[in-house]
């Protein structure tokens, strides 16, 4: 049964950095595509940023620039490291193998203002 397992968030003020990780448990984690997902209150979940199987990325509009995917095989994890943090970067972070449906519990980010 593959897991997925967030940790790394918190608060900061605007401006600041937050580095979120995933920790995969299973066998198959090097086939599938990665992806961070945000809710915010009172929103839908929006894709973050993503990364295939062969290192290719994708950002959401909001992220590009600021924000980077990178994934260890060797160590089944995915990390979003996030730069120049704004107040709208609030929510909560799940990370998702989406082929499979497969969430983390989510990590809660707060950037203040």
């Known amino acids: 049964q593959v897991q997925l397992v967030e940790s790394g968030g918190g608060s900061v003020q605007a401006g600041g950095s937050l580095t979120l990780s995933c920790a995969v448990s299973?066998?198959?984690?090097?086939?599938?595509?990665m992806a961070w997902y945000r809710q915010a209150p009172g929103e839908q979940r929006e894709l973050v940023a993503s990364?295939?199987?062969?290192?290719?990325?994708n950002y959401a509009d909001s992220a590009k620039g600021r924000f980077t995917i990178s994934r260890d095989n060797a160590k089944k994890t995915v990390s979003l490291q996030m730069n120049c943090l704004k107040p709208e970067d609030t929510g909560v972070y799940y990370c998702?193998?989406?082929?499979?449906?497969?969430w983390g519990q989510g990590t809660q980010v707060t950037v203040s203002s």
């Open positions: 998702s193998i989406p082929a499979l449906g497969i």
């Open positions: 299973g066998s198959i984690f090097s086939f599938y595509a």
């Open positions: 990364i295939n199987s062969d290192y290719r990325t």
